[in-house]
């Protein structure tokens, strides 16, 4: 499949599974919203039956920002403290979502129900949440390698400059050099996640690492496909900026427009998300390895459990557990997989 | 002739000798302390050579027996001086470089003609005792100085300037050469400012303090290598090329009282003009986007300045932008001469640049011509200053808009300074007239800057802007050159206060500066409570007829109906002001009262057929000293869409937030 295919085929996959992103977003809605209700309450108690309120229909006013933090920041803060403990709630819950998402897309997506959905949810949290720690042990470690190599490097380049200007820009590179490899370890994530679930891989360290190969063996298609969906992801961003800004939030009707814009806008993110998954899948579909033939693992394998009806276009495997592959050292088993790629091309041509 | 006739009248000829021209015919001043100084940097080394001539009057009647000078670059010297003490090696958020040490010795000191004052030299530290300190020295005279006598010296000295961090030294090839000679002290004679007897008064340098020094005639020759650009205090006299590489700029700056100069050969010079006064621009090459914002806000500043205060009198006025790399020596303001600070990439809606022009320049006027003692009173410069730095900044770019006007942020510098001094977490730490060294507990900034920038804003909605303008001017014709204490100021305004407003506010505003400049306390009035009750017929037992009835129809209501309504405002705070409050019905009526706004609180009862529908406390918002402007107003129909606005907002946020930690 061409790249255009790919991404063509990841968003006609994503609009289809419109009743996932719906459950996705009520989640989404439902969690912030504990929050915001407290927020609305702090706002009703900070301001009382004060007019001064009244300002703020205009725009930011910094006079009652000012006072606002200086008399009630405490409880702000607090909600902004419940914010981060949230956040770190969702991406545990976004573990748990993952596993449903990608089922549900390996299955088509047009099958989706709440059923089938939380099944995959339930059955690969377990390899999610130790795939979620590598991701977070290697995030942690690759920042801190990263951001030491990159602040030398810096420092090194800005010891002796006369002005600020190689600075700024220096700075700004850095920043950017500084998420490249953090994109990559969430895009090898999402082919993990992936392999995970086509595959029915168990071992996540193993699975990370066959990620970690196949981004760097299809490089270009991998990145490439991560970059188009950001640049969707900042035009939407951008058109809603610039919409929102035409609309204003100066009358109640104006507040109400925005609402539904900006729920638009949560719901592209979430669409942009589900379609980040479902190219993966055609990418890794479209260029995995296929499983090395093991005659005699098959033959001594007991008989395949049933696939689950969430996943219908699975090809029977010979074992969930995969004994034999599981003992082959890294390097063996690399190289199988190279030559079962090679024979995998050479039959479709 | 005297003796001291003789050396004024030698210096005089050196000065007439040396051909230099002129700046006023009548002096501005007293000129009590003039300096003759010839000077040479030597870039690689980053040191001064300097001869100077002091000429010092004994202002007073008193017999003057000793000289008290300042060494203000030894505060750089090591990490046991007070100033590095208190600092840290750290000021305005900027951190001294390693070895960035500077210093300054006085190799020879001798009356002209006359005793040698070199070994004499005696460090003393009035302040704090910090014996490790060497900012001030005294020597005493075997010759006192009489009344209205003037004294000679010859001085050599030797200076390392420090990598630059705060105000003054060198970074690369950038020199700004700040507090850089030996400087007499200001002797103030009994009846001047707070001196009950004749005394120096000479601080040592500390971290939070400023100068304080007497106004002269400056005649500075500065010898540098020949490829680097000057910016001085000053006229340019002359410049001369020395045949060895070097060359020699003569300045000449009359009534003022310091003398600063910044050499780089990589200014960038622009020069413009604003009535009599020749702006003379260094920028940085990489800065050179900047210059109309610079020369703009330098415009904007001696325009207002001249029309709201008085006549900037000097023709030259010298604006540097110091390289982004020694930003420490940005922002500071000398005789003719200010800094200045720009980022490359500095959008415009930030108005960094244009911000620390006007209050530099307006330091012009408030340190520069009103030479009050930063030492002990910085809110006079900096405090007055402030309140005329968001006059300006408000009028030309926006009151809502004059610091931050990007991406629908917008923050006006008065509301920027009023929010400074309300959410300070003890704004009770200290009266803002302290000693600035002395605010041990912190708030300098705070207090000194923005509280008074405050209070003064304040002040202006009280008696309102003409007596406030005039007041203000009044203060500058009468004390410019000259060096007029807190007390002075408070006069001027209560002489001024009286003549507009008769006794209103009292036989002075004394009341008002009471509380908000010597004391600590706070204020915060708050729209407390409204209530509207229908007005019912009596009931239960009355007489009628000499016999006990009892009335039951309590639902029985008047012709018309009325209500008794009341709103209740309190003072929250203890500091006292009189204050108006608006009262308005739900028929559109609005009823102003004036409260003395002494009591704790104040109840305003009316029987009508309307009932209450907001009241405001200080609807003019008058009292910006107010901590708390969100209390000031209570409504019984409140708006809830910019609560579901600012809900909406936050939900959104968090939904973001949500999602992008999705991707991991």
Redesign the interface.
């Known amino acids: 499949m061409t790249f255009a295919g790919v991404l063509g085929s990841a968003l006609r996959s994503a609009t289809r599974s419109y009743r996932m992103i719906g459950l996705l977003y009520l989640i ?2 439902l ?3 504990i ?3 407290a ?2 309450s702090v ?2 108690s ?9 300002s ?2 205009e ?6 920002y ?6 009630h920041g405490a409880h702000f803060w607090a909600l902004y403290g419940q ?1 981060v403990w ?3 709630f ?2 545990l819950v ?1 573990v748990l ?1 993952g596993g449903g998402t990608i089922a549900t897309l390996n299955a088509g997506g047009e099958q989706f129900s709440l059923r089938s959905f939380f099944e995959g949810c339930g059955r690969y949290l377990s390899r999610f949440l130790r795939l ?1 720690l590598v ?1 977070a042990a290697l ?1 942690v470690i690759v920042s801190f390698v990263w951001a030491s190599l990159l602040g030398v490097a810096y420092s090194g380049l800005t010891a002796d ?5 190689p600075d ?1 820009v220096l700075f700004i590179v850095a920043a950017i050099l500084f998420f490249i490899p953090l994109m990559l370890l ?1 895009m090898m ?1 999402d082919y993990a996640k992936i392999a995970t679930v086509v595959d029915d891989e168990n071992g996540m360290l193993r699975t990370f690492w066959r990620a970690v190969i196949f981004v760097f063996r299809h490089f270009f298609r991998t990145v490439g496909f991560q970059l188009a969906i950001l640049f969707i992801l900042l035009i939407s961003i951008v058109l809603y900026w610039l919409v929102e800004g035409e609309i204003g ?1 100066g ?2 009707g104006g ?1 109400l427009a ?2 539904v814009i ?1 729920q638009a ?2 719901g592209v ?2 669409w942009t ?1 589900v379609a980040t998954f479902a190219g993966e899948l055609a990418i890794f579909k479209g260029l995995r390895p296929a499983a090395a033939p093991e005659p005699q693992a098959a033959v001594e394998a007991p008989a395949a459990a049933p696939e689950p009806a969430l996943l219908p276009q699975e090809p029977p495997r010979p074992s969930v557990k995969k004994p034999s592959r599981r003992r082959l050292p890294t390097r063996v088993r690399t190289r199988k997989l190279a030559q079962a790629a090679k024979r995998g091309r050479r039959s479709r041509r | 002739m005297n003796r001291p006739a003789i050396l004024y009248a030698l210096v005089l000829c050196v000065s007439a000798a040396s051909a230099r021209q002129i700046m006023f015919q009548e002096p501005l001043s007293r000129r009590i302390a003039n300096y003759e100084i010839s000077v040479t940097l030597d870039t690689d080394e980053k040191t001064l050579a300097g001869k100077q001539t002091l000429v010092w009057k004994n202002p007073s009647r008193d017999r003057i027996t000793e000289l008290q000078f300042h060494l203000y670059l030894n505060a750089f010297k090591n990490s046991e001086s007070t100033f590095m003490k208190g600092s840290g090696g750290r000021h305005r958020g900027i951190e001294m470089g390693r070895e960035g040490w500077g210093w300054i010795d006085v190799t020879s000191m001798r009356v002209r003609n006359g005793e040698e004052l070199t070994p004499k030299i005696e460090f003393i530290q009035p302040d704090d005792g910090n014996t490790h300190d060497r900012t001030v020295f005294r020597v005493p005279l075997a010759n006192p100085v009489g009344p209205n006598e003037t004294i000679a010296l010859d001085i050599e000295f030797r200076a390392k300037l420090p990598r630059v961090f705060s105000r003054t030294g060198h970074h690369r090839d950038f020199f700004m050469v700040a507090q850089w000679f030996p400087k007499i002290g200001v002797y103030e004679p009994a009846g001047m400012r707070y001196a009950t007897k004749g005394q120096w008064n000479c601080h040592q340098f500390h971290v939070n303090t400023e100068f304080y020094a007497d106004f002269g005639v400056y005649d500075v020759d500065i010898t540098l290598p020949s490829g680097y650009v000057v910016g001085a205090t000053g006229v340019l006299q002359k410049e001369k090329e020395n045949g060895d590489g070097t060359k020699t700029l003569s300045y000449r700056a009359e009534d003022v009282h310091d003398f600063a100069w910044t050499a780089s050969p990589r200014y960038r010079v622009l020069e413009d003009q604003w009535e009599h006064v020749a702006i003379r621009l260094l920028l940085q090459p990489e800065h050179l986007g900047f210059a109309d914002r610079y020369l703009q806000s330098t415009k904007a500043a001696l325009r207002y300045f001249n029309d709201w205060v008085g006549k900037y009198p000097y023709p030259i006025l010298t604006v540097v932008d110091p390289p982004a790399k020694a930003s420490g020596a940005g922002g500071m303001e000398y005789p003719t001469l200010i800094t200045g600070g720009s980022y490359w990439g500095l959008p415009a809606g930030l108005r960094a640049v244009e911000l620390v022009t006007i209050h530099e320049f307006g330091h012009q006027y408030w340190y520069g011509m009103i030479a009050n003692n930063e030492f002990e009173e910085a809110w006079i410069d900096e405090g007055i200053n402030s309140y005329y730095e968001a006059r300006i900044v408000d009028e030309v770019y926006g009151r809502k808009t004059s610091v931050v006007d990007l991406l629908g942020l917008r923050i006006g510098d008065r509301e920027l300074a009023r929010a400074g001094y309300a959410g300070m977490s003890n704004p009770k730490i200290a009266p803002t007239a302290t000693n600035a060294w002395q605010f041990d507990a912190g708030g300098y900034g705070t207090l000194t800057y923005q509280k008074t920038a405050t209070f003064l804003a304040t002040l202006e909605r009280l008696i309102g802007r003409p007596a406030m303008d005039e007041a203000m001017r009044t203060f500058f014709e009468r004390w410019k050159f000259n060096h007029p204490s807190g007390r002075d100021f408070i006069a001027v305004v209560n002489e001024v206060v009286l003549k507009h407003h008769g006794d209103r506010f009292g036989p002075g505003m004394d009341w008002f500066f009471d509380q908000v400049l010597f004391g600590t306390d706070v204020c915060d009035y708050e729209a407390t409570s409204i209530s509207n009750r229908r007005v019912r017929s009596i009931s239960g037992v009355v007489d009628r007829a000499g016999e006990k009835a009892l009335v039951r129809d309590t639902l029985a209501r008047t012709s018309t109906e009325l209500f008794e309504s009341r709103a209740l405002v309190s003072r929250l705070g203890e500091v006292t002001m009189p204050v108006e409050v608006l009262i308005r019905f739900d028929d559109g009526s609005e009823v102003r009262e004036r409260w003395d706004g002494k009591g704790r609180w104040k109840e305003f009862s009316f029987r009508s057929p309307h009932r209450i529908e907001w009241v405001k406390v200080d609807p003019d918002e008058v009292l910006l000293i107010d901590v708390n402007l969100i209390n000031n107003s209570k409504t019984t129909r409140p708006l809830r869409a910019p609560i579901w606005k600012y809900t909406v907002r936050f939900l959104f946020w968090v939904q973001n937030a949500l999602q992008y930690v999705a991707f991991f």
């Open positions: 989404n809605v969690l912030a919203l929050v915001a209700l927020f609305r706002l009703l900070a301001f009382s039956d004060s007019m001064v309120v009244e703020l229909m725009g930011f006013d910094f006079t009652v000012s006072d606002f933090i200086n008399e914010v949230l956040a770190l969702f991406m976004n979502l979620f991701f995030a400059t006369v002005t600020e200007v700024v969430v994530t939030m009358t109640t507040i925005v609402l900006q806008s949560v993110k979430i998300r």
